[in-house]
């Protein structure tokens, strides 16, 4: 017997961070229940995810403003209920959830190449998009923007 048919789906957000072992409650955001916790651990959400047989959907990454660093959105479906989980990196690395869900495999890779974050307790194969590139040198605003031919930054001269 799996573990979502042992949780009724009506009591099946509730289970989830009662698992998780925290005390923050869901908040419903455009059709994705999202549970913001300061204490959750990726490793940890991912084993619970795994034992209510939850579907991983992706990861998205967001450099924020200033100095703010970096925010991965974990999202997952289970029985059709999209579920958002955000963390906020203190530094540049985050656990792997590789070896506990292989579905992230390609995202965990992307996310490192443009955003130079590491998912620790992995290794990585050569950089898919250029060979020989630093992670981080696509998407990551690293100093000034550079500026096109007319001064303005590629933003600006899109806005025109």
Not at 97 to 120: N, S
Request: hydrophobic share 40%; net charge negative; glycine share 8%.
């Amino acid at each position: 017997m799996n573990a979502v048919a042992i949780i009724p789906e009506q009591n099946l957000l509730q289970a989830i961070p009662e698992k998780l072992g925290i005390s923050e409650r869901w908040v419903e955001k455009g059709g994705v229940h999202w549970l913001a916790s300061d204490t959750l651990h990726v490793r940890d959400l991912a084993a619970v995810m795994n034992k209510c047989h939850a579907r991983f959907i992706t990861i998205t990454a967001y450099q924020m403003p200033g100095d703010q660093g970096l925010r991965l959105e974990y999202h997952w479906d289970v029985n059709g209920n999209v579920l958002g989980f955000s963390f906020q990196l203190a530094a540049n690395s985050i656990e792997s959830i590789y070896d506990l869900c292989e579905a992230v495999d390609w995202i965990e890779r992307e996310i490192h190449e443009g955003f130079a974050i590491d998912f620790t307790g992995r290794e990585y194969e050569p950089l898919l998009l250029r060979q020989g590139d630093t992670p981080g040198v696509n998407l990551r605003e690293t100093g000034t923007p550079n500026k096109t031919a007319t001064g303005l930054s590629a933003q600006e001269e899109v806005k025109k």
